[in-house]
Nanobody, 125 residues
């Protein structure tokens, strides 16, 4: 599975961005997709995830009620809508595939098999 994340950029605090994660090379619709982020000098952290058919989502407390993930399996694409952005959301954002589960969304990076290259989000205060 190859993943391509896009949509990052520079935005003012309180603004919005939508990230996309385009997949190719395998049966995308069978897999959980997770979103992670990594700020400079920090560990990679879980942001949110979505089950194989979009029926279940799960978010980190830090982004709950601000970020929403969705998927379009016909387009092999997963989205992360980020609203009410804060300076602490500044990071490189990654999407990743978990091929071992369809419903239970793991929150640790080690549970994911394939990773996109990341897209940078900078929120200015």
């Amino acid at each position: 599975v190859q993943l391509q994340a896009s949509g990052g950029g520079l935005v003012q605090a309180g603004g919005s961005l939508r990230l996309s994660c385009k997949a190719s090379g395998s049966t995308f619709s069978n897999y959980i997709i997770g979103w992670f982020r990594q700020a400079p000098g920090k560990e990679r952290e879980f942001v949110g995830g979505i089950s194989w058919n979009g029926g279940r989502t799960y978010y980190a407390d830090s982004v709950k009620n601000r970020f929403t993930t969705s998927r379009d399996n016909a387009q092999n694409t997963v989205y992360l809508q980020m609203n009410s952005l804060k300076s602490e959301d500044t990071a490189v954002y990654y999407c990743a595939v978990d091929r071992s589960r369809m419903w239970t969304i793991a929150t640790t990076p080690d549970e994911y098999d394939y990773w996109g290259q990341g897209t940078e989000v900078t929120v200015s205060s």
